[in-house]
């Protein structure tokens, strides 16, 4: 079995979904039907090339893998590459694992005796992309790092001599070897000479018959040469008035990039047999840079005028990515996972921010006495990285003032447009001496200093720096493999998602199938709660914004969210109005809510402080990952262990501000990973008594125990959807609700749902048959489909501290925690552990006492997870 693991660079879905429709991506189309597609959501707060990749390779936030951009902040000013040595902080997942891998230009590669082999180049740039202008007939030295090229000049012919070879030079794209794949390609263009940039390639593993087979491909090509086309050498771009020589010229030498990468690609195809196959696809990347901004009908940099013509470059770019995979999926045996996934997407750009320029004006920065920035008279600095972030220069600014330092900073940035300011985690900030800086679409930023305008047209057509929450950022994201149903759109996953994947088609985690994905879109979430809440109190006659004075007013600053039903569109006329209150300041103690009556509005507000909701959401990321009996323990300990308690914890995270933002909703999909295993667990407690209920000849009381089997398992379903929501009363409105608007994960989650309301149509006390056996392939059915285990199993055990007293014959006294039983019959219950689906043939007499003591409260059901994916 095989993974094969295809990445194209900046592949927005936006538009692969187009290209598809457009029937221009065959491959694509075949993956897609054979399996699943979403949208990628890239980390936050930046997604540059080398964070996105962290997270997509090692299945981490940013906040994990510590690449925070393209280069990572050391300090003030200080930087280090994001591919460097040290990076990514967590292990990719073939390192991880150990897995056996084949490396097509993937960072991270090397390292390890399981790489059977890697090619890679990146991280060997030997020079940039160059021109040479030629003069009159004559020799000219052109020379590449330390390998001497020249070049002669005789009336219209020109040849080019490098590593005892040469090459006569015209119009078309010629390779220049200098040692094995390391060169350049060269082109005339009029009288100058156009190089690519050149790298050294490396090839190195285990498998020596393979390093040998990639020491022949061609010379290789790592990026097209996007800044001459943007300088005009190549002619007038058709945005500036050109016919189309500028575009065709661009293309030929994305060719360059493609040969070098498919010639390598077919290669490790045709002769690895490794667990992993890992290719890494970059010129999607640069025809979006250049050229797909000015197609983003979405953005202001759309140019209707050229678009078409602009699009065909694209397509005929795309379609030669879409020929890579359609070799990987002629290679796939019917047992390999593929996977096509991008770092993430792109934006149409027209505006580029001289960020220290505006800082310079607000008298935050200090220009240097030879132009450019002095840092060390800053108090505040737009990092040179170029990844987002504002820093506070702790050597001018004293401890106190931090805060309104930088939001002095942030006050001067707002005189062009910005969405908001996150912090490293990419929450929206509040307090510290970073903050990334959020520019509207269609603004980027730039670290440069020059005295120049502070916002300027951007030279390129589109860009990707901090992560605004555009879904255009979102990357394509399609599998197909074992396990993996056919035809389904997920909506939108966090890019941690395809590592899972990875990860699960090895035997080594648990399905993110079966995990809710970090939005449906988020955005979308959002904007239903947002509108919901606007309804709900336009129908009490409330405007947002007096309610939210009124509230400060009251019980003052602070992150103010409204909770509870009108949240989840279940409130009715009479419903109060619940909000949490987020403070900077510590408090101390248990929390009693202040309750406000005005004008026939019962109003509560609860109030936390920051330190202690960060707590509760890390706690509930860690909760999550743990083990079903593990995160059911975490659940039930929660309130004696933290607050806020967990009602309020899980009202804090689908909290909705009155300014329209869900500030904590980030941590949704955790939140319902641990709210899905409680419920499934109750569930199946339920579910035990049920079955002892059968097994004893009881009529009623199991009717009442089938419903609670029913409702905490819509609950567990509910929750792994995103819909979370604590209160018990909501349960079957929830789940009537999300039936019928059928939005299931996958298949596997549509067929349970549609077992669920089987089973609830015929729930009937006048039911003559026995509950449990259905009842159990549910519980079961349910564990498996949300990935808490294989299967389960189930007993009643005694209480801790229960004693047993004999009393008659047969017979005898159970006391504990301040009530006593008689019970008759063997004590205490076997501990031994049944599977669910045969507690149904339990004895009569054993079932009736082990339920009677269950109901005093001296035994309980115990639940054992078997197989659990984690």
């Given amino acids: 079995m095989t993974v094969y693991w295809v990445v194209w660079d900046a592949a927005a879905r936006w538009i692969v979904d187009r290209l598809v429709a457009e029937d221009q991506l065959p491959a694509v189309r075949e993956l897609w039907d054979r399996g699943v597609r979403a949208g990628g959501r890239p980390p936050s707060p930046n997604c540059q090339t080398s964070p996105s990749l962290a997270t997509l390779f090692t299945g981490t936030p940013t906040v994990e893998h510590g690449v925070t951009g393209f280069t990572v902040p050391d300090g003030l000013v200080g930087q280090r590459s994001g591919f460097g040595p040290g990076f990514p902080l967590t292990p990719p997942v073939?390192?991880?694992?150990g897995l056996r891998g084949a490396f097509v230009h993937a960072p991270w590669a090397y390292g390890g005796s399981t790489v059977d082999v890697a090619i890679e180049a990146y991280s060997g740039r030997l020079a940039k992309a160059a021109t040479l202008a030629l003069g009159p007939d004559g020799t000219a030295e052109w020379p590449v790092g330390d390998f001497g090229v020249q070049v002669d000049t005789d009336h219209d012919v020109v040849r080019l001599r490098a590593a005892g070879v040469e090459y006569e030079v015209a119009d078309d794209w010629v390779p220049?070897?200098?040692?094995?794949?390391?060169?350049?390609?060269?082109?005339?263009?009029?009288?100058?000479?156009?190089?690519t940039g050149t790298w050294t390639v490396r090839v190195d593993g285990a498998d020596r018959e393979l390093v040998d087979a990639l020491a022949g491909i061609p010379v290789f090509a790592g990026e097209a040469p996007g800044r001459l086309y943007r300088t005009g050498l190549f002619g007038p771009r058709i945005v500036d008035g050109g016919d189309g020589t500028a575009e065709r010229a661009y293309e030929s030498s994305v060719g360059c990039v493609v040969r070098s990468f498919d010639a390598a690609s077919r290669i490790v195809l045709d002769h690895t047999d490794a667990d992993l196959v890992v290719i890494y696809l970059p010129w999607t990347d640069d025809v979006g840079h250049e050229l797909v901004g000015w197609c983003d009908e979405d953005s202001?940099?759309?140019?209707?005028?050229?678009?078409?013509?602009?699009?065909?470059?694209?397509?005929?770019?795309?379609?030669a990515a879409d020929a890579v995979l359609g070799a990987v999926l002629s290679r796939a045996g019917t047992d390999d996972t593929v996977l096509l996934c991008a770092d993430h997407g792109i934006v149409g750009s027209t505006h580029l921010v001289h960020v220290n320029e505006l800082l310079i004006a607000e008298g935050l920065a200090v220009r240097a006495e030879h132009g450019g920035l002095d840092p060390a008279r800053s108090a505040v600095v737009y990092h040179p990285a170029n990844n987002g972030s504002l820093r506070v220069n702790r050597q001018v600014v004293a401890d106190e003032q931090v805060a309104s330092t930088m939001r002095r900073a942030m006050a001067a940035l707002n005189t062009v447009p910005v969405l908001g300011f996150l912090d490293p985690l990419g929450r929206p900030w509040r307090d510290g001496e970073v903050a990334f800086v959020a520019f509207a679409e269609d603004y980027q930023p730039s670290a440069d200093v020059d005295g120049g305008p502070a916002v300027r047209p951007m030279p390129r057509s589109a860009s990707h720096v901090v992560n605004t929450g555009s879904d255009r950022l979102h990357a394509t994201f399609a599998a197909a493999g074992p396990g993996i149903p056919a035809g389904v759109d997920l909506g939108v996953v966090d890019n941690t998602f395809a590592a899972r994947l990875v990860e699960?088609?090895?035997?080594?985690?648990?399905?993110?199938?079966?995990?809710?994905?970090?939005?449906s879109s988020m955005s979308d979430i959002v904007a239903l709660r947002w509108q919901r809440v606007q309804d709900f109190l336009a129908d009490r006659d409330l405007k947002p914004s007096e309610l939210e004075a009124f509230m400060r007013a009251r019980v003052g600053d602070g992150e103010l969210v409204l909770s509870s039903s009108p949240v989840h569109g279940l409130a009715n006329p009479t419903s109060d109005l619940d909000f949490l209150r987020i403070q900077n300041e510590p408090i101390d103690g248990p929390r009693i809510s202040?309750?406000?009556?005005?004008?026939?509005?019962?109003?509560?507000?609860?109030s936390f402080s920051v330190a202690e909701v960060e707590r509760n959401l890390a706690e509930l990321s860690a909760l999550a990952t743990l083990p079903p009996a593990d995160v059911v323990a975490g659940f039930r300990s929660w309130d004696k262990r933290f607050e806020p308690r967990r009602k309020q914890t899980e009202r804090i995270v689908n909290g909705i501000t009155l300014d329209g933002r869900a500030p904590y909703l980030a941590a949704l999909p955790e939140l319902g990973v641990v709210w899905s295993r409680a419920s499934l667990h109750t569930a199946a407690e339920q579910l035990v008594h049920l079955s002892y209920a059968e097994a004893a000849g009881e009529t009623r009381g199991r009717v009442g125990y089938a419903y609670n089997v029913l409702l905490h398992l819509m609950d567990a379903v509910l929750s792994m959807h995103g819909d979370v929501y604590t209160t018990r009363k909501w349960y079957l409105l929830r789940w009537t609700r999300f039936v019928r608007e059928g939005q299931w994960l996958n298949e596997g989650y549509a067929a349970v749902g549609a077992a669920i309301e089987t089973a609830r149509a015929a729930l009937s006390p006048s039911f003559s048959g026995v509950f449990a056996p259905l009842y159990a392939d549910l519980v079961t059915a349910v564990a498996q489909v949300t990935g808490a285990a294989q299967g389960l199993s189930g007993a009643v055990v005694a209480a801790e501290g229960a004693e047993y007293t004999p009393f008659l014959p047969g017979s005898g006294v159970v006391s504990g925690g301040g009530t006593s039983v008689v019970v008759t019959g063997a004590w205490p219950p076997d501990p031994a552990p049944k599977p669910v689906a045969e507690l149904a043939g339990l004895g009569r007499q054993e079932a009736a006492t082990a339920l009677?003591?269950?109901?005093a409260g001296v035994a309980a059901a115990s639940i054992r997870y078997e197989g659990s994916a984690e």
Avoid: Q
């Avoid at 073939?94 to 694992?97: E, L, N, Q, V, Y």
């Avoid at 699960?504 to 939005?519: N, Q, V």
């Avoid at 202040?594 to 609860?606: A, M, N, Q, S």
């Fill in 300 to 319: 202001a940099a759309h140019r209707p005028d050229a678009a078409e013509e602009l699009w065909e470059v694209v397509r005929h770019c795309y379609r």
């Fill in 852 to 855: 009677r003591a269950v109901r």
């Fill in 594 to 606: 202040t309750k406000i009556f005005d004008r026939g509005h019962h109003l509560e507000v609860v």
């Fill in 504 to 519: 699960h088609s090895f035997g080594l985690g648990p399905s993110p199938l079966s995990r809710p994905s970090r939005s």
């Fill in 94 to 97: 073939w390192r991880k694992h």
């Fill in 176 to 195: 220049v070897p200098l040692s094995g794949a390391t060169g350049f390609w060269v082109r005339r263009v009029a009288d100058t000479l156009v190089r």
